[in-house]
């Protein structure tokens, strides 16, 4: 990288604003969601019911289910279903 | 001063179940997500923040796949994009945002400067955290000079030759990987 001036250097810096706190908070939790995510999983296979449920609404179906419908698990059951 | 953790190491680390780490590379990727979707795509709020998660689920899923640890930054660049032209295409099939709306030069020219920035914020972990703080707070956080002395406890009449300072250690920190 050469030829960067101050003014240059600003400029790239403005152009990474921070997203929402939230966000970046729920991708940090995938972790700890994991231990939730691997149980649903395991009755998903066990159970067409209430697999059809989360493809059909998967937010209402885990929150109907007593589940923490979390971003992060949200978003790691959407790629294991393939919905969108 | 602490030296920077690479992307490999914090890769590398994620691996082995180390979730400081997975925080740390949530933190130093996630404006490059954002930026992506945001700026480049032009996603809404809403279509953002869907593939904001997706993207982080999907690297926490397979990380143990990436060939080179190293690549960790183009993979996920590549993946941030994949994922929002295929939203964008699936918003075309519903008839809210045909993706042919975005000139491709634009597009190209603004994810080029998004990698830029990247390496330039990369510089910003070499220079130490009290100049990393104050760059941070004044450029991306478009924040104050009153606001920032009250946060980090500084005269605010100092706060402009601070950040004076600080860009010429970033822009000598970043020679210096030329």
């Known amino acids: 990288m050469t030829g960067y001036d101050e003014e240059r250097i600003a400029e790239l810096l403005r152009a990474l604003p921070a997203p929402p706190d939230s966000w970046v908070k729920a991708a940090q939790e995938l972790p700890r969601a994991r231990a939730e995510i691997g149980e649903i999983l395991t009755r998903l296979e066990a159970d067409a019911v209430f ?3 989360l493809v059909a609404d998967l937010e209402s179906a885990l929150v109907a289910e ?5 971003p992060s698990v949200v978003a790691a059951l959407r790629l294991q279903l393939g919905v969108d | 001063m602490e030296a920077a953790v690479s992307d490999a190491q914090l890769v590398s680390r994620c691996r082995n179940g180390d979730e400081v780490a997975w925080n740390e590379l949530v933190e ?3 404006r490059y997500v954002y930026a992506i979707a945001v700026q480049a795509f032009r996603l809404a709020p809403h279509d953002a923040e869907d593939i904001f998660q997706d993207v982080f689920a999907r690297v926490y899923e397979h990380l143990g796949k990436l ?3 190293e690549a960790i930054r183009p993979w996920i660049g590549q993946l941030t994009r994949r994922l929002c032209i295929d939203r964008l295409r699936a918003g075309g099939r519903e008839g809210i945002v045909d993706p042919v ?11 080029a400067t998004l990698d830029e920035a990247m390496t ?3 510089g910003l972990d070499a220079v130490g955290d009290a100049c990393r703080e104050i760059l941070d707070r004044f450029f991306c956080r478009d924040e104050s000079y009153r606001d920032i002395g009250e946060a980090l406890d500084l005269p605010a009449g100092t706060i402009a030759s601070r950040i004076s300072r600080c860009l010429t250690k970033l822009r000598v920190e970043l020679e210096g990987r030329s």
């Open chain 1, 51 to 53: 697999r059809a449920a």
């Open chain 2, 67 to 69: 060939r080179s640890d």
């Open chain 2, 101 to 111: 709306d975005i000139e491709l030069g634009e597009l190209d020219e603004t994810l």
């Open chain 2, 28 to 30: 130093r990727f996630s």
């Open chain 2, 120 to 122: 330039v914020r990369a």
């Open chain 1, 66 to 70: 007593g589940y923490e419908a979390t």
